[in-house]
């Protein structure tokens, strides 16, 4: 298929983590992103990963990238009220730079 | 300074068309712009690098753009349609990787387009 999919909704306790997932399209992407956006506003970039990488972490965040199975997946330790937003996964496309394809995004919803 | 995008809003009727500005972070010179529906979600529309369209998305020829020398681009929407409304987000990038690949794509507050 075309579409890079994710799950739509993800309710999470303040304090415990978070792991989004996401499944990606094309085996030779280069880079692999995740984006924040909240009501209103554009798309923030938390973090982004090479196709080469397995995992990388940013403080409270963590790659983790599964080439054989196309899998993705963005860990927020300590989750916090002020993670609420939708998380989107996108993936550049092999052929086509400067292009992102991005999957329908994953509401996060941090309950006190 | 991240990338600005002129106006915030706008409000428009059918048949009419808009113009909407994007100025990238300086030094950046590829600027691609999306259309955010609720309906659809987020789709590419163009891509521009030195004041050449380098990739198009599935949109019809009423979407266009262009970008100036100074890397600043706009898009232009003609004989708008009310599912036109949606809000428009342009995104900035520099080369990396030895000239091939993009890394980072830096996004815009958008533009939200309403059409009537």
């Known amino acids: 298929g075309e579409d890079v999919e994710q799950s739509l909704f993800l309710s999470v306790r303040e304090g415990d983590s978070s792991v989004i997932n996401c499944t990606y399209t094309?085996?030779?992407?280069?880079?692999l992103y995740w984006y924040k956006q909240e009501p209103g506003a554009g798309l923030q970039l938390l973090t982004y990963i090479f196709s080469n990488m397995d995992m990388k972490q940013d403080q409270r965040l963590t790659v983790l990238l599964n080439k054989k199975d196309k899998h993705l997946s963005l860990r927020i330790a300590d989750t916090q009220t002020g993670d609420s937003a939708i998380y989107f996964c996108a993936e550049s496309i092999s052929d086509s730079w400067g292009k992102l394809q991005f999957g329908a995004g994953t509401q996060v919803v941090v309950t006190p | 300074a991240g990338v600005t995008q002129s106006p915030t809003h706008l409000i428009k009727t059918r048949g009419q068309q808009v113009t909407l500005s994007c100025s990238p972070i300086?030094?950046?010179?590829?600027v691609s712009w999306y259309q955010q529906t609720p309906g659809q979600g987020l789709q590419f529309l163009f891509e521009y690098f030195s004041e050449t369209q380098r990739n198009k998305g599935n949109f019809p020829g009423r979407f266009s753009g262009r970008q100036f020398s100074n890397s600043r681009s706009e898009m232009n929407v003609s004989t708008l349609e009310l599912g036109d409304s949606a809000l428009y987000l342009c995104?900035?990038?520099?080369?990396?990787?030895?000239?091939?690949?993009?890394?980072?794509?830096?996004f815009g507050p958008g533009t939200r387009l309403t059409v009537l």
């Open positions: 094309d085996s030779s992407s280069t880079y």
């Open positions: 300086s030094g950046h010179r590829s």
């Open positions: 995104a900035s990038s520099a080369l990396a990787g030895g000239g091939r690949f993009y890394n980072e794509q830096f």
